[in-house]
T-cell receptor, first 115, second 114 residues
């Protein structure tokens, strides 16, 4: 069974631009969560989607948004990029709703660099 | 707000030793606790998941314990190997439905010397 895939793996953007990251969960998984990882803050929860609905959201500004499609694939979007948005963005999938109650399977991440 | 702390931040031991990684959390109302490993530049690999009603889980040379009352979890690695070198992260799953996702510690960077 294929694992969680994330595209692109690397991105370089400039301040003020916007970016869209994509995540394809493990087949059959319906919950997708997004995390931001930085050296200073570590891993921080962004949001979780289940059945195309955002169930939970972390403490991030409105510039960070996401969505989930009917095939469970998810995208996250960051608008008006800032230097501090440079990070590894990780997507995780799990089998059912309340995803954090089940084993989370992480993708390899998208490394975003904002110049 | 849940806070997760991992001690030590870094650890270097010779191959073959048994070792213990520590994780503590401030809010005992957790749904579960998960241990992950992260290799440089890579995503996270799930190692063990302990539900709040369980005391421990084992997988091969790994054993994780959970003591909710004291807010602690430990990951025991037996007969360490160079391939165990990685950053180990623990994450607390919140109680009450997952409003905040997983809360991660900063990790323990483990080096196993051949």
């Amino acid at each position: 069974k294929a694992g969680v895939t994330q595209t692109p793996r690397y991105l370089i953007k400039t301040r003020g631009q916007q970016v869209t990251l994509s995540c394809s969960p493990i087949s059959g998984h319906r919950s997708v969560s997004w995390y931001q990882q930085t050296p200073g803050q570590g891993l921080q929860f962004l949001f979780e989607y289940f059945s195309e609905t955002q169930r939970n959201k972390g403490n991030f500004p409105g510039r960070f948004s996401g969505r989930q499609f009917s095939n469970s694939r998810s995208e996250m979007n960051v608008s008006t990029l800032e230097l501090g948005d440079s990070a590894l963005y990780l997507c995780a999938s799990s089998l059912w709703a309340g995803g954090v109650a089940d084993t989370q399977y992480f993708g390899p991440g998208t490394r975003l660099t904002v110049l | 707000k849940q806070e997760v702390t991992q001690i030590p931040a870094a650890l270097s031991v010779p191959e073959g030793e048994n070792l213990v990684l520590n994780c503590s959390f401030t809010d005992s109302a957790i749904y579960n606790l998960q241990w992950f490993r992260q290799d440089p530049g890579k995503g996270l690999t799930s190692l063990l998941l302990i539900q709040s009603s369980q005391r421990e889980q084992t997988s091969g040379r790994l054993n994780a314990s959970l003591d909710k009352s004291s807010g602690r979890s430990t990951l025991y690695i037996a007969a360490s190997q160079p391939g165990d070198s990685a950053t180990y992260l623990c994450a607390a799953g919140p109680g009450g439905g997952g409003a905040d996702g997983l809360t991660f510690g900063k990790g323990t960077h483990l080096i196993i010397q051949p």
